[in-house]
């Protein structure tokens, strides 16, 4: 219990995450990693709260291809990169 502006509260150790799958647009062999749309949500969120963070790749390029100002997930925090294309996403 901890007191705050005059009110109790309740503190807990916070729970890491063991493993985080996480989906990313383009990714290079180092683990750096860009997102679309969305994906930018949670997914760099949860890799860097990770022990373990396996990325799923639509496209994986050569190191040096990716713009580090568009670099959203650093290497660092990335443990695995699977390669699984699946097609430009369509707009009906």
């Known amino acids: 219990m901890r007191?705050?502006?005059?009110?109790?509260?309740?503190?807990?150790?916070?729970?890491?995450?063991d493993v985080a799958l996480i989906e990313c647009w383009e990714a290079d062999r180092w683990g750096n990693l860009t997102y679309r749309s969305s994906a930018r949500n949670f997914n760099p969120v949860m890799a860097t709260a990770a022990k373990l963070t396996i990325a799923q790749a639509q496209h994986v390029v050569e190191l040096g291809v990716l713009d580090?100002?568009?670099?959203v997930t650093p290497g660092i925090y990335v443990?695995?990169?699977v390669h699984v294309p699946y097609g430009e996403p369509t707009i009906t």
């Open 3 to 17: 007191e705050f502006a005059g009110r109790q509260y309740v503190l807990e150790e916070a729970l890491p995450g």
């Open 68 to 71: 580090p100002e568009k670099v």
């Open 79 to 81: 443990s695995r990169v």
